[in-house]
T-cell receptor, first 115, second 111 residues
Framework: DTAVSQTPKYLVTQMGNDKSIKCEQNLGHDTMYWYKQDSKKFLKIMFSYNNKELIINETVPNRFSPKSPDKAHLNLHINSLELGDSAVYFC??????????????FGSGTRLTVV | TQLLEQSPQFLSIQEGENLTVYCNSSSVFSSLQWYRQEPGEGPVLLVTVVTGGEVKKLKRLTFQFGDARKDSSLHITAAQPGDTGLYLCAGVPSNDYKLSFGAGTTVTVRA
């Protein structure tokens, strides 16, 4: 199946821990993104990579670090997790690089709960 | 403040009724997109509109892009329970390349 797949689906962890979320797309898209969806369902962009180059780096605590080993993979590492990091994190990809007119394909999300 | 304002925030209607969701901004967009998100899943792209005044139809869903490319609407005719979900508009401002989302409209269609 062609898709954007992210793991894990659920992540429950204690404050202060470090965790990673992985994302892979087999659509041949050049650009990948991380979005955070809060409890009010608002989606906010965090990072974007175009062919392994970081092109969007929004105002996000530096405890969050994206890594793109190749254009099909984009991982998100979070250090020293805090209660406020609890949210659903979505990975997405698009085919048209820096211009988003063709729409995004989203993964099914990772629900992160920090206790 | 959000770039895109969606209204209403919640909409609950009976099966067979029509509904309209609005997406407004003071900014000009090179394109606007509509997504539907179901619980436990990611948003799924429904349509992209790029030309001012453009109207696109997808079965019972009609999407319109304002003439000035600052607003859009989604109209559903004869809604069905399967139309239930969170509808999100998203746009790329003309002077930017980042896709920004509205806060969403939760639509519930009762059988």
């Amino acid at each position: 199946d062609t898709a954007v797949s992210q793991t894990p689906k659920y992540l429950v962890t204690q404050m202060g821990n470090d965790k990673s979320i992985k994302c892979e797309q087999n659509l041949g898209h050049d650009t990948m993104y991380w979005y955070k969806q809060d409890s009010k369902k608002f989606l906010k962009i965090m990072f974007s990579y175009n062919n392994k180059e970081l092109i969007i780096n929004e105002t996000v605590p530096n405890r969050f670090s994206p890594k793109s080993p190749d254009k099909a993979h984009l991982n998100l590492h979070i250090n020293s997790l805090e209660l406020g990091d609890s949210a659903v994190y979505f990975c997405a990809s698009s085919q048209d690089g820096r211009y988003s007119n063709y729409g995004y394909t989203f993964g099914s999300g990772t629900r992160l709960t920090v206790v | 403040t959000q770039l895109l304002e969606q209204s209403p925030q919640f909409l609950s209607i009976q099966e067979g009724e029509n509904l309209t969701v609005y997406c407004n901004s003071s900014s000009v967009f090179s394109s606007l997109q509509w997504y539907r998100q179901e619980p436990g899943e990611g948003p799924v792209l429904l349509v992209t509109v790029v030309t001012g005044g453009e109207v696109k139809k997808l079965k019972r869903l009609t999407f319109q892009f304002g003439d000035a490319r600052k607003d859009s609407s989604l109209h559903i005719t004869a809604a069905q329970p399967g139309d239930t979900g969170l509808y999100l508009c998203a746009g790329v401002p003309s002077n930017d390349y980042k896709l920004s989302f509205g806060a969403g409209t939760t639509v519930t269609v009762r059988a």
